[in-house]
């Protein structure tokens, strides 16, 4: 092609009438337009897309840090219910010493030769059982004794009916053991005998 085709290519076309030159040229400034706006819903689309992947990261994210605070809220309650546990096995391992120093301070024997030495080393006994109890109720710790009570099975362990007793049935009638409970944790139930 030479130059001069070329001029003429790109040289408007005669019409028939001014305004049809007119509607031509007005079709020709619009198709630029057109050609911008499909860049702009491109960018448009693109703009959309990147906010659903920001709300889809934000909803994970946000779904992570719950889940983030439920595990440590629940490895907290955990934490306090293994302390608690491991309070209880310790208490419930003291009170076998607790039961022996009661039997042995109900179990003294007379002193006969008034001896000083044998006096002081029972007292000394005394303030150890009265220190045990301290630290035991210091704790937490409450005793059971449900004499003349209404015999409960969370709390009482039966061994035997009384039948000649003044007391109504289903009374503890005697306690043969105390219990023990921490908080809301039975650590020993008392053991008793029930009037029937």
Known sequence: MSQEQ???????????????????????????????GDPLAALLAELEDERRRADASTLGWQRERADFSNARKRFERDLLTS?????????????PVLDDFERATENLPAVEDG??????????????????????ADAGVQPLDPLGEPFDPNLHEALGH????DMESGLV??????????????????L???AG
Do not use: H
Not at 25 to 31: G, L, P, S, W, Y
Not at 162 to 165: Q, V, Y
């Open 6 to 36: 070329l001029r003429e290519d790109d040289a408007p076309q005669a019409t028939g009438s001014p305004e049809a030159g007119d509607a031509e040229k007005d079709a020709r400034d619009q198709e630029p337009a057109a050609d911008a």
């Open 83 to 95: 302390r608690f546990n491991a309070k209880v096995d310790t208490l419930r391992a003291l009170l």
């Open 115 to 136: 001896s000083e030495e044998l006096q002081v080393w029972l007292e000394g006994m005394e303030a150890i059982r009265r220190k045990l109890l301290k630290a035991l």
């Open 162 to 165: 009384d039948s000649d007793t």
């Open 173 to 190: 009638s005697a306690t043969l053991q105390k219990g023990y409970i921490c908080g809301d944790r039975v650590l020993r139930p008392a």
């Open 192 to 194: 008793v005998r029930v």
